[in-house]
Nanobody
Framework: VQVMESGGGLVQAGGSLRLSCTVS????????LSWFRQSPGKEREGVAC????????HYADSVKGRFTISRDNAKNTLYLQMNSLKPEDTAMYYC???????????????WGQGTQVTVSS
Protein backbone atom coordinates (compact mmCIF):
# COMPACT_ATOMS: atom_id res chain seq x y z
CA VAL A 1 0.00 0.00 0.00
CA GLN A 2 1.28 3.43 -0.93
CA VAL A 3 -0.07 6.65 0.52
CA MET A 4 1.34 9.86 -0.89
CA GLU A 5 0.52 13.44 0.09
CA SER A 6 1.20 16.56 -1.94
CA GLY A 7 0.28 20.22 -2.03
CA GLY A 8 2.02 21.56 1.03
CA GLY A 9 4.05 24.74 0.99
CA LEU A 10 4.60 28.19 2.43
CA VAL A 11 1.63 30.55 2.57
CA GLN A 12 0.83 33.80 4.32
CA ALA A 13 -1.75 33.95 7.08
CA GLY A 14 -5.22 34.23 5.58
CA GLY A 15 -4.21 32.30 2.50
CA SER A 16 -5.31 28.92 1.17
CA LEU A 17 -3.80 25.59 0.21
CA ARG A 18 -5.24 22.35 -1.09
CA LEU A 19 -3.61 19.12 -0.06
CA SER A 20 -4.02 15.92 -2.05
CA CYS A 21 -3.43 12.31 -1.10
CA THR A 22 -3.34 9.37 -3.46
CA VAL A 23 -3.70 5.81 -2.21
CA SER A 24 -2.70 2.73 -4.18
CA UNK A 25 -2.67 -0.95 -3.36
CA UNK A 26 -5.79 -0.66 -1.23
CA UNK A 27 -9.47 -0.83 -2.10
CA UNK A 28 -9.94 2.94 -2.03
CA UNK A 29 -13.73 2.87 -2.23
CA UNK A 30 -13.90 0.73 0.93
CA UNK A 31 -11.36 2.80 2.84
CA UNK A 32 -12.06 5.40 5.47
CA LEU A 33 -9.68 8.33 5.22
CA SER A 34 -8.36 11.04 7.44
CA TRP A 35 -5.94 13.96 7.66
CA PHE A 36 -3.69 14.41 10.66
CA ARG A 37 -1.06 16.97 11.48
CA GLN A 38 1.90 17.15 13.80
CA SER A 39 4.21 20.00 14.73
CA PRO A 40 7.48 19.67 16.67
CA GLY A 41 6.95 18.79 20.31
CA LYS A 42 3.25 18.12 19.88
CA GLU A 43 1.19 14.96 19.54
CA ARG A 44 -0.30 13.99 16.20
CA GLU A 45 -3.71 15.63 15.91
CA GLY A 46 -6.68 14.46 13.87
CA VAL A 47 -7.77 17.29 11.59
CA ALA A 48 -10.55 15.88 9.41
CA CYS A 49 -11.95 12.52 8.41
CA UNK A 50 -14.36 11.18 5.83
CA UNK A 51 -16.11 7.83 5.59
CA UNK A 52 -15.75 5.52 2.62
CA UNK A 53 -18.88 6.80 0.90
CA UNK A 54 -18.05 10.44 1.51
CA UNK A 55 -21.37 10.88 3.29
CA UNK A 56 -19.99 11.64 6.74
CA UNK A 57 -17.21 14.04 7.70
CA HIS A 58 -15.82 15.23 11.01
CA TYR A 59 -13.44 18.03 11.87
CA ALA A 60 -11.29 19.11 14.77
CA ASP A 61 -12.76 22.18 16.46
CA SER A 62 -9.64 24.14 15.57
CA VAL A 63 -10.33 23.86 11.81
CA LYS A 64 -14.13 23.81 11.60
CA GLY A 65 -15.43 26.31 9.10
CA ARG A 66 -11.98 26.74 7.51
CA PHE A 67 -11.01 23.28 6.24
CA THR A 68 -12.98 20.96 3.98
CA ILE A 69 -12.22 17.29 3.41
CA SER A 70 -13.41 15.55 0.27
CA ARG A 71 -12.64 12.48 -1.80
CA ASP A 72 -12.80 11.41 -5.42
CA ASN A 73 -13.15 7.63 -5.51
CA ALA A 74 -12.71 7.58 -9.29
CA LYS A 75 -9.23 9.09 -8.86
CA ASN A 76 -8.30 7.31 -5.61
CA THR A 77 -7.62 10.73 -4.19
CA LEU A 78 -8.37 12.49 -0.92
CA TYR A 79 -8.31 16.27 -0.58
CA LEU A 80 -8.08 18.85 2.15
CA GLN A 81 -9.01 22.40 1.20
CA MET A 82 -7.55 24.76 3.78
CA ASN A 83 -8.76 28.36 3.86
CA SER A 84 -8.11 31.27 6.21
CA LEU A 85 -4.87 29.66 7.29
CA LYS A 86 -3.31 30.71 10.56
CA PRO A 87 0.30 30.42 11.80
CA GLU A 88 -0.88 27.77 14.28
CA ASP A 89 -1.85 25.56 11.32
CA THR A 90 1.86 25.14 10.59
CA ALA A 91 2.64 21.42 10.78
CA MET A 92 3.45 18.30 8.83
CA TYR A 93 0.18 17.02 7.40
CA TYR A 94 -0.40 13.28 7.03
CA CYS A 95 -2.98 11.27 5.17
CA UNK A 96 -4.20 8.00 6.70
CA UNK A 97 -6.35 5.15 5.39
CA UNK A 98 -7.97 2.03 6.82
CA UNK A 99 -10.89 -0.32 6.28
CA UNK A 100 -11.93 0.50 9.84
CA UNK A 101 -13.25 3.97 10.53
CA UNK A 102 -11.09 5.38 13.29
CA UNK A 103 -12.52 8.86 12.82
CA UNK A 104 -9.91 11.26 14.26
CA UNK A 105 -7.99 8.66 16.28
CA UNK A 106 -4.45 7.96 15.03
CA UNK A 107 -5.07 4.20 14.72
CA UNK A 108 -5.17 3.95 10.94
CA UNK A 109 -3.10 1.18 9.39
CA UNK A 110 -1.71 3.10 6.43
CA TRP A 111 0.06 6.44 6.49
CA GLY A 112 1.86 8.70 4.08
CA GLN A 113 5.19 10.43 4.65
CA GLY A 114 3.59 13.81 5.11
CA THR A 115 3.63 17.19 3.42
CA GLN A 116 4.81 20.32 5.21
CA VAL A 117 2.50 23.30 5.58
CA THR A 118 4.02 26.54 6.85
CA VAL A 119 1.90 29.61 7.49
CA SER A 120 3.75 32.87 7.99
CA SER A 121 2.32 35.74 10.02
Amino acid sequence: VQVMESGGGLVQAGGSLRLSCTVSGLNFENSHLSWFRQSPGKEREGVACIDRRGSSTHYADSVKGRFTISRDNAKNTLYLQMNSLKPEDTAMYYCAADRINWWLLPKYDYWGQGTQVTVSS
